[in-house]
C-alpha cells in the first residue's frame, strides 16, 4: 500500500494500530471530489489487505477470477452474510464495540464488529458536515435512546458523536425503549418561546406520534431549524408515503421540505449518504461510491434505471469495504434516488451463495 507521499503502510499498521488508522482517517478525509485515480488506489489495497483475513471476501474474489483492477470489479459481499459469518478483519483480536442491526431475534440480527470506534466517529461527524446537514448549528434532538442505553445502535452511536462535537445542549429522548414525548414536546416549546433554532434527528416511524394530531397540536419550530429522518418504517404496522410524511413533517413543525433532510447508512458500514427533500437525490462523501446494479445481471444500472444499491465504503476497514445491499435506488447523474427495501430475489450474477460464502 502506498502511502501516498510518505511510503508505504504496513499490514498491521493499517488494519490494527492507532498511527495507521489515524493516517489512513487523513487519506480519506484529503480525497475531493472526482479523484478516482486515488479512489481506485486506495479501494483496491483495502480489497487486497481484507481478502487475507476475511475468508468470504477471498472466496468470492477467487470466484471472479482474481485481483481485481478496479474499484468496480470489487465484488460486493451481500448484507446478509453480516447475520452469517464473522466478517472482522483482525481476528483474534477481539473488537471494542459490536453494532446489531434490528430482528426479532439475536439470531435474525446483523453483526458490525469495529477493533475501534475512532475512524467511524471521524467519517459519521464529517460526512454530515461535507453533505451540509447544519448539525452544528442547532441545538440537537434525538429521536434516539442514547449510546449508553443503546450500547449496540449504530445510530445511537452516530448521533451521540454529533451531540459530543456540538458545543449546544443536545437530548435524546427514547428512554427504555419509550419516546418522552411530553418533555420532547415541552423542550421543544421552550426553544420556540425563546426563538432557539433546532435539530429534530430520528427514524422516520419515531416521528410518528408527533404528527398525530389528536395528541398534539402543530409546533412550528424557529427559523433556522432542521429535520432529519433515517429511514426505519420496515416491519411496521403503520405506513405512510414519503410524500405524505415529509407533508405531515412540514405541517406539524413548519419546516419546509427543502430543510427536511434523510440520511441512509446501515449497520454494516461506516458512512452515510443524504438527500434534502421528497425527491431529494443522495449523495456520498468522497470516500465512498454507491452504483445500482441490476438484480438480473449484476451489471451497472443505466442512469433513470431502477436496480440494488452496492456500496464501496473505505471507512469499512476493520470488515469489508463492498457490501451489496437489498435497497431498490435510480441511479442519477450525482447519486441516486432510495426507493425503499426491495421485495426480489437478492442480486444474480455471481455463482455462489451466502452458504458458500459463509461455509468453512
Known sequence: MAKEKNGPIALQDLLGLPEGRRR?????????PGEENRFRRLALTLCKVQARHVTPLERLLRAQGGDPRDWREIPPLPQELFKRASLFAHEPRTPQRVFETSGTTARERGRHSLLEVDLYRVVSTEGARRAG?????VELHFLVASPEEAPRSSLSAMFGFWAEANPRPSHFWIRQGLLDETGLRAALARAVRENRPVGLCGTAFAFVPLLDCERGAPLPLPRGSFLLETGGFK??????SKRDFY???ETTFGIPTSQIWSEYGMTELSSQAYAQGVEGTHRTPPWTRVRVLDPLTGLESPIGARGLAAWIDLANIDSVLGIQTQDE???TGDGFRLLGRSRAAPLRGCSLTVEDLRSQ
Open 329 to 331: 435506488a435510480i441511479a
Open 24 to 32: 489512513w482517517g487523513e487519506l480519506l478525509l484529503g480525497l475531493g
Open 247 to 249: 407533508h405531515a413533517l
Open 235 to 240: 416491519g411496521r404496522t403503520r405506513e405512510i
Open 133 to 137: 446537514v447544519p448539525w452544528e448549528a
